[in-house]
């Protein structure tokens, strides 16, 4: 289940990547504007400031976080993004931090950019760090005896849920697309007593908290700690200085 509030506790880093790549659009007039995977709805807002005359679409596959969406007055749906496809007008089609839940992502892009009108923009982004320290902590702790068997199918056990820049790169210039692909770390400056198991609490952990019990979460979370403290040591000042890859993809049909 996903947590609103949780996932928005780090609102204005999580939004850099969306702005980034929403500067690469070239888009002036689109006639609908599509977030696949809106979450909370406070990014999606801004593509009405950006495009007035749009008809904004805004889905997502969590009741919670269309129900925030709503609350601030998004017009959101429940579709899950492997579910939905673009209606004839989408000129713009925007899937920000979405696809890495999405297995079979790829042939998603593939199908999406030969519904999507010529000359329609597709743009997403997602996270390129599931090698990193966070995650190789996420895994060792997923494999010790007392959680194995109920994080036995965790999604982040793998490191290469995603693309690089060059393969999506590939895969949508196959597809007759203009593509422009890069990648940027973020260097993310945090605050608080564990400030990346905050962060990834509302984001890679909420498929292992969804499958443990209360005392059993608050065992794994005990056990990670340490870890990610090794990993991501406070400064002298109290921040923690969280370095966040991202693969940032924009291409016109």
Same mark, same amino acid.
């Given at each position: 289940?996903?947590?609103?509030?949780?996932?928005?506790?780090?609102?204005?880093?999580?939004?850099?990547?969306?702005?980034?790549?929403?500067?690469?659009?070239?888009?002036?007039?689109?006639?609908?504007?599509?977030?696949?995977?809106?979450?909370?709805?406070?990014?999606?807002?801004?593509?009405?400031?950006?495009?007035?005359?749009?008809?904004?679409?805004?889905?997502?596959?969590?009741?919670?976080?269309?129900?925030?969406?709503?609350?601030?007055?998004?017009?959101?749906?429940?579709?899950?993004?492997?579910?939905?496809?673009?209606?004839?007008?989408?000129?713009?089609?925007?899937?920000?931090?979405?696809?890495?839940?999405?297995?079979?992502?790829?042939?998603?892009?593939?199908?999406?950019?030969?519904?999507?009108?010529?000359?329609?923009?597709?743009?997403?982004?997602?996270?390129?760090?599931?090698?990193?320290?966070?995650?190789?902590?996420?895994?060792?702790?997923?494999?010790?005896?007392?959680?194995?068997?109920?994080?036995?199918?965790?999604?982040?056990?793998?490191?290469?849920?995603?693309?690089?820049?060059?393969? $999506?790169?590939?895969?949508?210039?196959?597809?007759?697309?203009?593509?422009?692909?890069?990648?940027?770390? $973020?260097?993310?400056?945090?605050?608080?007593?564990?400030?990346?198991?905050?962060?990834?609490?509302?984001?890679?952990?909420?498929?292992?908290?969804?499958?443990?019990?209360?005392?059993?979460?608050?065992? $794994?979370?005990?056990?990670?700690?340490?870890?990610?403290?090794?990993? $991501?040591?406070?400064?002298?000042?109290?921040?923690?200085?969280?370095?966040?890859?991202?693969?940032?993809?924009?291409?016109?049909?």
């Amino acid at each position: 289940m996903w947590n609103p509030d949780i996932y928005l506790a780090f609102a204005d880093h999580r939004g850099r990547p969306f702005y980034d790549l929403l500067a690469r659009v070239g888009a002036q007039t689109p006639r609908r504007v599509a977030d696949v995977g809106c979450g909370p709805g406070n990014l999606t807002a801004t593509l009405s400031e950006r495009w007035p005359d749009a008809v904004i679409e805004a889905v997502d596959n969590s009741p919670e976080m269309v129900a925030a969406a709503r609350a601030r007055g998004v017009d959101a749906r429940v579709v899950a993004a492997a579910d939905w496809s673009p209606a004839p007008d989408t000129d713009v089609m925007v899937s920000n931090a979405v696809l890495q839940w999405v297995p079979e992502h790829r042939e998603l892009l593939r199908r999406w950019v030969t519904q999507l009108p010529k000359g329609a923009w597709l743009a997403f982004q997602v996270p390129g760090n599931f090698d990193s320290p966070s995650h190789q902590a996420v895994r060792e702790v997923a494999r010790r005896p007392e959680f194995a068997d109920a994080l036995a199918d965790i999604r982040f056990r793998e490191t290469n849920v995603v693309d690089d820049p060059a393969g $999506y790169a590939a895969l949508l210039t196959a597809e007759g697309c203009t593509v422009d692909a890069w990648e940027t770390t $973020y260097l993310h400056q945090l605050t608080g007593e564990t400030p990346v198991l905050d962060w990834i609490t509302g984001t890679a952990l909420t498929d292992v908290r969804s499958r443990l019990t209360d005392d059993a979460w608050e065992q $794994y979370r005990q056990a990670i700690i340490p870890l990610l403290a090794q990993a $991501y040591p406070p400064q002298p000042d109290g921040t923690t200085f969280f370095p966040f890859r991202r693969i940032l993809v924009v291409a016109q049909t």
